[in-house]
Protein backbone atom coordinates (compact mmCIF):
# COMPACT_ATOMS: atom_id res chain seq x y z
CA UNK A 1 0.00 0.00 0.00
CA UNK A 2 2.82 2.87 0.74
CA UNK A 3 4.38 1.70 -2.21
CA UNK A 4 1.40 2.37 -4.35
CA UNK A 5 0.70 5.62 -2.22
CA UNK A 6 4.18 6.77 -2.96
CA UNK A 7 4.41 5.12 -6.54
CA UNK A 8 0.98 7.65 -7.93
CA UNK A 9 1.94 10.21 -5.79
CA UNK A 10 5.05 10.67 -7.88
CA UNK A 11 3.52 9.56 -11.36
CA UNK A 12 0.75 12.17 -10.99
CA UNK A 13 3.30 14.73 -10.25
CA UNK A 14 5.41 14.00 -13.36
CA UNK A 15 2.85 13.29 -15.86
CA UNK A 16 -0.14 15.49 -14.82
CA UNK A 17 1.02 18.35 -12.38
CA UNK A 18 1.77 18.55 -8.87
CA UNK A 19 -1.27 19.23 -7.37
CA UNK A 20 -2.54 15.78 -8.65
CA UNK A 21 -0.22 13.73 -6.45
CA UNK A 22 -1.95 13.92 -2.79
CA UNK A 23 -5.07 13.47 -5.11
CA UNK A 24 -3.64 10.02 -6.98
CA UNK A 25 -2.00 9.03 -3.35
CA UNK A 26 -5.81 9.03 -1.79
CA UNK A 27 -6.52 7.34 -5.07
CA UNK A 28 -3.99 4.45 -4.05
CA UNK A 29 -5.02 4.26 -0.36
CA UNK A 30 -9.14 3.99 -1.88
CA UNK A 31 -8.13 1.26 -4.33
CA UNK A 32 -6.40 -0.10 -2.10
CA UNK A 33 -9.17 -0.80 0.54
CA UNK A 34 -11.64 -1.66 -2.73
CA UNK A 35 -9.11 -4.31 -3.57
CA UNK A 36 -8.93 -5.45 0.23
CA UNK A 37 -12.88 -5.39 0.03
CA UNK A 38 -13.17 -7.59 -3.20
CA UNK A 39 -10.93 -9.63 -2.10
CA UNK A 40 -13.07 -10.77 1.26
CA UNK A 41 -16.25 -10.57 -1.09
CA UNK A 42 -14.49 -12.95 -3.74
CA UNK A 43 -13.03 -15.55 -0.90
CA UNK A 44 -16.21 -15.81 0.65
CA UNK A 45 -18.13 -15.90 -3.01
CA UNK A 46 -16.30 -18.81 -3.36
CA UNK A 47 -17.11 -20.59 0.07
CA UNK A 48 -20.61 -19.90 -1.21
CA UNK A 49 -20.23 -21.98 -3.98
CA UNK A 50 -18.93 -24.84 -2.25
CA UNK A 51 -22.17 -25.01 0.23
CA UNK A 52 -24.04 -27.52 -1.84
CA UNK A 53 -21.14 -30.01 -2.13
CA UNK A 54 -20.43 -29.01 1.77
CA UNK A 55 -24.13 -29.81 2.86
CA UNK A 56 -23.94 -33.02 0.65
CA UNK A 57 -20.94 -34.34 2.54
CA UNK A 58 -22.38 -33.48 6.08
CA UNK A 59 -25.73 -35.40 5.08
CA UNK A 60 -23.57 -38.38 3.69
CA UNK A 61 -21.99 -38.75 6.55
CA UNK A 62 -24.97 -38.30 9.10
CA UNK A 63 -26.88 -40.77 6.87
CA UNK A 64 -23.30 -43.14 7.52
CA UNK A 65 -23.78 -42.77 11.34
CA UNK A 66 -21.05 -40.35 12.31
CA UNK A 67 -21.68 -37.83 14.75
CA UNK A 68 -22.20 -33.93 13.80
CA UNK A 69 -18.38 -32.97 14.38
CA UNK A 70 -16.72 -35.98 13.05
CA UNK A 71 -18.76 -35.24 9.39
CA UNK A 72 -17.50 -31.43 10.19
CA UNK A 73 -13.98 -32.98 10.57
CA UNK A 74 -14.29 -34.95 7.72
CA UNK A 75 -15.87 -32.52 5.11
CA UNK A 76 -12.74 -30.28 6.28
CA UNK A 77 -10.37 -32.83 4.82
CA UNK A 78 -12.18 -33.53 1.75
CA UNK A 79 -13.34 -29.93 0.17
CA UNK A 80 -10.91 -27.49 -1.36
CA UNK A 81 -10.10 -23.79 -0.13
CA UNK A 82 -11.86 -21.88 1.51
CA UNK A 83 -14.27 -24.41 2.73
CA UNK A 84 -11.44 -26.96 3.98
CA UNK A 85 -9.27 -24.22 5.62
CA UNK A 86 -12.72 -22.55 7.66
CA UNK A 87 -14.04 -26.35 8.63
CA UNK A 88 -10.44 -27.09 9.87
CA UNK A 89 -10.55 -24.10 11.79
CA UNK A 90 -14.55 -25.52 13.35
CA UNK A 91 -12.89 -28.75 13.84
CA UNK A 92 -9.66 -27.15 15.66
CA UNK A 93 -12.25 -25.54 17.85
CA UNK A 94 -14.16 -28.51 18.66
CA UNK A 95 -10.76 -30.61 19.44
CA UNK A 96 -10.12 -28.18 22.09
CA UNK A 97 -13.65 -28.40 24.00
CA UNK A 98 -15.33 -25.09 22.00
CA UNK A 99 -18.89 -26.09 21.49
CA UNK A 100 -20.22 -26.49 18.19
CA UNK A 101 -23.20 -23.96 18.22
CA UNK A 102 -19.81 -21.51 18.72
CA UNK A 103 -17.75 -22.78 16.15
CA UNK A 104 -20.48 -22.43 13.92
CA UNK A 105 -21.38 -18.84 15.08
CA UNK A 106 -17.82 -17.93 14.52
CA UNK A 107 -17.84 -19.16 10.74
CA UNK A 108 -21.00 -17.16 10.37
CA UNK A 109 -19.27 -14.20 11.50
CA UNK A 110 -16.03 -14.45 9.20
CA UNK A 111 -17.94 -15.68 6.37
CA UNK A 112 -21.15 -13.60 6.16
CA UNK A 113 -24.58 -14.46 3.93
CA UNK A 114 -27.54 -15.73 4.02
CA UNK A 115 -26.89 -19.43 2.65
CA UNK A 116 -24.34 -19.90 5.17
CA UNK A 117 -26.49 -18.77 7.72
CA UNK A 118 -29.31 -20.99 6.92
CA UNK A 119 -26.93 -24.48 6.96
CA UNK A 120 -25.60 -22.74 10.10
CA UNK A 121 -28.68 -22.48 11.46
CA UNK A 122 -30.11 -26.06 10.16
CA UNK A 123 -26.91 -27.70 12.09
CA UNK A 124 -27.37 -26.41 15.31
CA UNK A 125 -30.93 -26.80 15.92
CA UNK A 126 -30.58 -30.51 14.27
CA UNK A 127 -27.79 -30.52 17.48
CA UNK A 128 -30.19 -29.10 19.85
CA UNK A 129 -33.09 -31.20 18.86
CA UNK A 130 -30.73 -34.74 18.26
CA UNK A 131 -32.93 -35.37 15.38
CA UNK A 132 -32.01 -36.59 11.72
CA UNK A 133 -31.14 -33.95 9.47
CA UNK A 134 -30.15 -35.99 6.01
CA UNK A 135 -33.46 -34.96 4.51
CA UNK A 136 -33.27 -31.41 5.59
CA UNK A 137 -30.04 -31.06 4.19
CA UNK A 138 -30.82 -32.78 0.82
CA UNK A 139 -33.43 -30.29 0.79
CA UNK A 140 -31.27 -27.67 1.81
CA UNK A 141 -28.63 -29.02 -0.66
CA UNK A 142 -31.09 -28.23 -3.93
CA UNK A 143 -31.97 -24.96 -2.64
CA UNK A 144 -28.63 -24.03 -2.07
CA UNK A 145 -27.73 -25.20 -5.82
CA UNK A 146 -30.57 -22.86 -7.48
CA UNK A 147 -29.60 -20.25 -5.54
CA UNK A 148 -25.85 -20.57 -6.99
CA UNK A 149 -27.39 -20.67 -10.81
CA UNK A 150 -29.12 -17.61 -9.63
CA UNK A 151 -26.72 -15.88 -8.42
CA UNK A 152 -24.44 -16.68 -11.49
CA UNK A 153 -27.37 -16.13 -13.70
CA UNK A 154 -27.63 -11.64 -11.85
CA UNK A 155 -23.69 -11.30 -11.73
CA UNK A 156 -23.88 -11.87 -15.86
CA UNK A 157 -26.65 -9.23 -16.23
CA UNK A 158 -24.88 -6.72 -14.12
CA UNK A 159 -21.52 -7.10 -15.73
CA UNK A 160 -22.28 -4.25 -17.84
CA UNK A 161 -23.13 -1.92 -15.01
CA UNK A 162 -20.28 -2.79 -13.46
CA UNK A 163 -17.99 -2.29 -16.75
CA UNK A 164 -19.51 1.49 -16.84
CA UNK A 165 -19.10 1.75 -13.25
CA UNK A 166 -14.80 1.67 -14.04
CA UNK A 167 -15.33 3.35 -17.04
CA UNK A 168 -16.56 6.64 -16.06
CA UNK A 169 -13.78 7.67 -14.24
CA UNK A 170 -11.13 6.35 -16.53
CA UNK A 171 -12.79 8.52 -19.44
CA UNK A 172 -11.62 11.48 -16.77
CA UNK A 173 -8.54 10.25 -16.36
CA UNK A 174 -8.11 10.19 -20.15
CA UNK A 175 -9.39 13.34 -20.46
CA UNK A 176 -6.85 15.09 -18.54
CA UNK A 177 -4.11 12.57 -20.22
CA UNK A 178 -5.41 14.43 -23.47
CA UNK A 179 -5.35 17.69 -22.11
CA UNK A 180 -1.98 17.75 -21.08
CA UNK A 181 -0.47 16.01 -24.23
CA UNK A 182 -2.14 18.83 -26.49
CA UNK A 183 -1.01 21.81 -24.32
CA UNK A 184 1.78 20.48 -22.00
CA UNK A 185 1.91 22.04 -18.58
CA UNK A 186 -2.23 23.40 -19.17
CA UNK A 187 -3.06 21.40 -16.14
CA UNK A 188 -0.50 22.74 -13.99
CA UNK A 189 -1.51 26.35 -15.04
CA UNK A 190 -5.00 25.32 -13.84
CA UNK A 191 -4.22 23.63 -10.67
CA UNK A 192 -2.04 26.87 -9.82
CA UNK A 193 -4.37 29.36 -8.83
CA UNK A 194 -7.12 28.24 -5.97
CA UNK A 195 -10.42 28.62 -8.50
CA UNK A 196 -8.05 25.93 -10.61
CA UNK A 197 -7.66 23.47 -7.70
CA UNK A 198 -11.63 23.92 -6.27
CA UNK A 199 -12.72 23.24 -10.12
CA UNK A 200 -10.23 20.16 -10.32
CA UNK A 201 -11.49 18.86 -7.15
CA UNK A 202 -15.37 19.32 -7.60
CA UNK A 203 -14.78 17.60 -10.93
CA UNK A 204 -12.94 14.93 -9.14
CA UNK A 205 -15.77 14.49 -6.58
CA UNK A 206 -18.68 14.50 -9.61
CA UNK A 207 -16.43 11.29 -11.45
CA UNK A 208 -16.48 9.61 -7.58
CA UNK A 209 -19.85 10.51 -7.45
CA UNK A 210 -20.83 8.83 -10.61
CA UNK A 211 -18.40 5.66 -10.16
CA UNK A 212 -20.86 5.59 -6.42
CA UNK A 213 -24.01 5.78 -8.02
CA UNK A 214 -23.55 3.49 -11.21
CA UNK A 215 -21.98 0.55 -8.30
CA UNK A 216 -25.06 1.36 -6.58
CA UNK A 217 -27.45 0.60 -9.23
CA UNK A 218 -25.67 -2.57 -10.22
CA UNK A 219 -25.93 -3.54 -6.53
CA UNK A 220 -28.46 -6.88 -6.37
CA UNK A 221 -28.95 -9.09 -3.27
CA UNK A 222 -29.52 -12.13 -4.11
Not at 15 to 32: I, M, N, S, T, Y
Not at 189 to 206: E, K, W, Y
Amino acid sequence: MLGAVAALWLIGSAVLAPFFGPVFALVALWGGNLFLTWQRTRRTEKFINQLPELARLIANGTAAGLAMRTALSMAAEEMDEPAGAELAIVANQLAVGRSLEEALHELGTRLPSRELNVLVTTLILANRAGGTIVASLRNLTSTLEERKETRREVRTMLAEINATAVTVPVLGLGALLMINAMSPGALGRVTGSPGGQIAMLVALGLYVVGFVVVRRFGRIDV
